[in-house]
C-alpha cells in the first residue's frame, strides 16, 4: 500500500518503506517518512461494523480489513485520520475541494464491495461530493 500511494520508496532488508515521497490526500500533507503516516481504512472498521459487518465471519471481516484490492487501505496524515475516527461521510469529509476528484469514490467503494448499508445522510453526502466531480 506504502509503495502505491508514494514515489521514490526505499525500503528495508525486510521490504519495509521506509522512506519515499507521500502527499495525504485528506489534507495535502506531505510525508517524506512512512513513520509520518498513518493507514486509514476509507471505510472505518467500527462504522462498517454499524453496516453490517457484524454478521460477517471472522475470515470476511479480515479480508475486509486487509484490503488492497478496492482501495480500502489509504496513507494519510495521523491528524487527518484521528479527526476521521469512525465516522460516515456524513459526519466527516476531508476539508473542502481537499480530496482528489478521483479518491472520491472510494468513500463509496468499500460499502459498495462488500454490501454495507449506506444510511441516508450517507448516501446525500456520497452524492453531493461525486456531483462536484461533474
Same mark, same amino acid.
Given at each position: 500500500m506504502l509503495q502505491r500511494e508514494?514515489? +521514490? *520508496? $526505499?525500503?528495508?532488508?525486510?521490504?519495509?518503506?521506509t522512506s519515499g515521497h507521500w502527499t495525504s490526500p485528506y489534507d495535502g500533507v506531505t510525508?517524506?517518512?512512512a513513520a509520518q503516516l498513518d493507514i486509514d481504512?476509507?471505510?472505518p472498521l467500527?462504522?462498517?461494523?454499524?453496516s453490517g459487518a457484524s454478521e460477517?465471519?471472522?475470515?470476511?471481516?479480515?479480508?475486509?480489513?486487509? +484490503? *488492497? $484490492?478496492?482501495s480500502q487501505l489509504i496513507a494519510?496524515?495521523?491528524r487527518s485520520n484521528r479527526s476521521k475516527g469512525d465516522k460516515d461521510p456524513a459526519s466527516?469529509?476531508?476539508?473542502?475541494?481537499q480530496?482528489?476528484?478521483?479518491?472520491?469514490?472510494?468513500?463509496?467503494?468499500?460499502k459498495h464491495v462488500y454490501g454495507l448499508t449506506v444510511d441516508p445522510a450517507e448516501r446525500s453526502a456520497l452524492d453531493g461530493m461525486l456531483a462536484t466531480c461533474a
Open positions: 508514494g514515489t +521514490d *520508496l $526505499t525500503q528495508d532488508g525486510q521490504c519495509r518503506a510525508a517524506d517518512s481504512h476509507v471505510v467500527k462504522e462498517a461494523w454499524r460477517w465471519s471472522t475470515e470476511d471481516r479480515r479480508a475486509f480489513a486487509n +484490503d *488492497l $484490492t478496492h494519510v496524515s495521523a466527516w469529509q476531508p476539508p473542502a475541494g480530496l482528489p476528484m478521483h479518491l472520491r469514490p472510494r468513500l463509496g467503494l468499500g
